[in-house]
């Protein structure tokens, strides 16, 4: 079984920054997606960063060049940096894991695979 649990949430005016955390833990396969989602209150959770083990990232392109996704293996620990914030990412973040699976695995599509574990999630507050 594995457990994500999110971090870093808050508040901040437009433009600032924030940086989110999810811990990992228990049996985290070498061949793996983990991802950040968000939702916004009366709008459908979007996939906006994940990190692929196969070797490669992908963005949103509502987040791209704002936000980083970044991964420390060892820790098991995954990160999003969020800079240059705006209203409109005002949302509950969520971090999502899952084994990518040979046939029809996360990789073929990381933004919109369904994943099967979930963290709480964060909220993160932006004011204009």
């Known amino acids: 079984q594995v457990k994500l649990v999110e971090s870093g949430g808050g508040s901040v005016p437009a433009g600032g920054s924030l940086k989110l955390t999810c811990a990992l833990s228990?049996?985290?396969?070498?061949?793996?997606?983990v991802a950040w989602f968000r939702q916004a209150p009366g709008k459908e959770r979007e996939g906006i960063a994940v990190i692929v083990s196969a070797g490669f990232t992908r963005y949103a392109d509502s987040v791209k060049g704002r936000f980083t996704i970044s991964e420390d293996s060892a820790s098991k620990t995954l990160y999003l940096q969020m800079n240059n914030l705006n209203p409109e990412d005002t949302a509950m973040y969520y971090c999502?894991?899952?084994?990518?699976?040979?046939?029809?695995?996360?990789?073929?599509?990381?933004?919109?695979?369904?994943?099967?574990?979930w963290g709480q999630g964060t909220q993160v507050t932006v004011s204009s």
């Open positions: 999502a894991y899952d084994r990518d699976e040979i046939e029809r695995g996360c990789r073929f599509g990381p933004l919109i695979y369904a994943y099967k574990n």
């Open positions: 228990g049996a985290i396969d070498s061949r793996r997606c």
